[in-house]
T-cell receptor, first 112, second 113 residues
């Protein structure tokens, strides 16, 4: 069985600062992939970034980057130069055959 | 490109009543998902379709929930009869194939009184 754990129910960051959201996962699959999704208060889930387990290089999308530590089963999301629009619920998710397992989410607040 | 469309956005019903949710995926997306999201939780998969075929419905409470995806495009999720504990947001998502990024609809917030 796969599990995804987000240990930070809430996080806060000052505008323009950097924040890191934590995620750990457990799977017996060798071929899997990991995502970070953002869900603003309007509720529509938006993909932030994707990481394939076989790739050594950490994925980056503009201000968003991941720190993928395969041996430690860690998949953290770093948001640089935080903006007010980054405030949302962030969900870590993992999958191998199409079915994603989501964590419970981290609520990120951005202070002006 | 139009995103995943869901309707209705909100639904309030009395317990024991039936309810149905509709989803139109992104054009060309073969895989369609229905998720249940309780307040303060991440989405949980109910059923996954590959074209018309339900390839994983292990988490679908089949005594009261049913789903269909006719012609491999639109999908309907039904609850009959609804219970108080069914109050939640029902999300639909689609992807090109099983391993691709999933694109989510806005969801339907169901309240059962």
């Amino acid at each position: 069985a796969q599990t995804v754990t987000q240990s930070q129910p809430e996080m806060s960051v000052q505008e323009a600062e950097t924040v890191t959201l934590s995620c750990t996962y457990d799977t017996s699959e060798s071929d899997y992939y990991l995502f970070w999704y953002k869900q603003p208060p309007s509720r529509q889930m938006i993909l932030v970034i994707r990481q394939e387990a076989y790739k050594q290089q950490n994925a980056t999308e503009n201000r968003f980057s991941v720190n993928f530590q395969k041996a430690a089963k860690s998949f953290s999301l770093k948001i640089s130069d935080s903006q007010l629009g980054d405030a949302a619920m962030y969900f870590c998710a993992g999958g191998s055959q199409g079915n994603l397992i989501f964590g419970k989410g981290t609520k990120l607040s951005v202070k002006p | 490109e139009a995103g995943v469309v869901q309707s209705p956005r909100y639904k309030i019903i009395e317990k024991k009543q039936p309810v149905a949710f509709w989803c139109n995926p992104i054009s060309g997306h073969n895989t369609l998902y229905w998720y249940l999201q309780n307040l303060g939780q991440g989405p949980e998969l109910l059923i996954r379709y590959e074209n018309e075929e339900a390839v994983d419905d292990s988490q679908l409470p089949k005594d009261r929930f049913s789903a269909e995806r006719l012609k491999g495009v639109d999908s309907t999720l039904k609850i009959q009869p609804a219970e108080l504990g069914d109050s939640a947001v029902y999300l639909c998502a689609s992807s090109l194939e099983a391993r691709s990024e999933q694109f989510f609809g806005p969801g339907t917030r169901l309240t059962v009184l």
